[in-house]
């Protein structure tokens, strides 16, 4: 059996974007918002094609400072895109998510990577940069999440310590919902790809596994530390309304 991926011509990518002109239809015909689906697909596709570039000199170089330099550019990124849906307050809050993110995302990054694979060296690119990419991304909707929950209760004049209890449980919906569908109504993309790579679904189910853990504590640590550091500005706000 051939067990390389299947390489996909750019002619039949292609393809892959008649469901994305649908849908670009109906959001033009109902008159919603179709310019901002257009550039959120310009800047996905742009992304991805300089990503694979920007990945291919990182596993050649070896560089552990490229690597340290890699992290840090998710980081700051991941929290400054969090903050969109409390865009008012984004310079207010900043610093605390950045610090929530990397509490949450780092701690669970080091026992993932130094604790269950044993990196050697323990930047590898390979495998440090997907695993990252992962845990700061789910680290950063939860928050996005748990900051827009949080804010929207305090505005209904609902007191700090019951309003922080609600943004955590919302924050943490997608992550459950995505704990109880993984194997029964979704096979994830790691699982997925690594299937595709003629990976044994025994194997591949076992980083699976490491892979909900990661994201579940990760984004539960960042929610948690960030609904904590923004006590200060929110409890302020909901003694003042």
Not at 56 to 63: A, D, H, V, W
Not at 208 to 235: D, E, R
Request: one cysteine or more; hydrophobic letters at 55%; charged letters at 10%.
């Amino acid at each position: 059996m051939n067990n390389s991926v299947q390489i996909i011509p750019f002619a039949n990518l292609i393809i892959s974007f008649i469901p994305v002109v649908v849908i670009l239809g109906i959001l033009f015909k109902w008159s919603l918002n179709s310019k901002y689906a257009i550039y959120a697909i310009a800047r996905m596709l742009i992304q991805l094609l300089l990503i694979g570039y920007f990945l291919t000199y990182i596993f050649e170089s070896k560089s552990s400072l490229i690597v340290i330099i890699s992290l840090v550019v998710m980081l700051f990124s991941s929290s400054w895109i969090a903050l969109g849906t409390v865009k008012a307050k984004r310079m207010i809050l900043y610093k605390n998510v950045i610090l929530s993110i990397a509490i949450g995302g780092f701690s669970t990054l080091l026992f993932v990577t130094q604790g269950v694979l044993n990196l050697e060296p323990w930047y590898l690119p390979r495998y440090l940069i997907p695993l990252a990419g992962m845990i700061f991304a789910n680290s950063m909707n939860s928050v996005s999440l748990a900051a827009e929950r949080l804010n929207a209760e305090i505005e209904r004049e609902i007191p700090y310590d019951k309003a922080r209890k609600i943004a955590l449980q919302a924050s943490l919906i997608p992550i459950m919902n995505s704990l109880f569908a993984v194997g029964l109504v979704s096979i994830p993309g790691m699982m997925t790809g690594q299937i595709l790579s003629n990976i044994s679904p025994l194997i591949a189910a076992r980083y699976q596994i490491m892979v909900m853990c990661m994201i579940f504590g990760s984004a539960g640590i960042s929610s948690a530390c960030f609904l904590t550091l923004a006590k200060a500005h929110f409890s302020k706000k909901s003694k003042t309304v």
